[in-house]
């Protein structure tokens, strides 16, 4: 048995799937931020997976994908500031605490 182009969506389909779940659920905001990282790297598997498949002698799906890991990269450093900066003020990281725009 050799692995297609079909595990590998399988597996991307999956962890978008608990990615999503992550994202959606948890009130954690780390948790968030790590949910959308999950999501992000599912969407790098298709990405070079597909590729892969479709034309095997050129590299975009993984020019696209370090593409992706850079602005993943930024997102989270820009991310974890901004909790932090929620963490000084408020003390928690709660999403459903965190009222910084109402008066």
Do not use: C
């Not at 020019?63 to 890991?69: N, Q, S, T």
Request: glycine share 4%; no cysteine; aromatic share 8%.
């Amino acid at each position: 048995m050799s692995i297609g182009l079909e595990h590998y969506l399988a597996l991307s389909a999956i962890l978008f799937s608990i990615g999503l779940y992550g994202a959606l659920a948890k009130r954690n905001a780390i948790v968030i931020l790590m949910s959308i990282e999950i999501m992000l790297n599912a969407v790098n598997i298709a990405m070079v997976a597909f590729s892969r498949y479709i034309v095997p002698l050129l590299l975009t799906g993984q020019v696209f994908a370090i593409f992706v890991m850079v602005v993943a990269a930024a997102e989270a450093a820009v991310g974890l500031a901004i909790i932090i900066a929620i963490y000084r003020s408020r003390e928690t990281i709660d999403v459903t605490k965190v009222d910084l725009m109402k008066w």
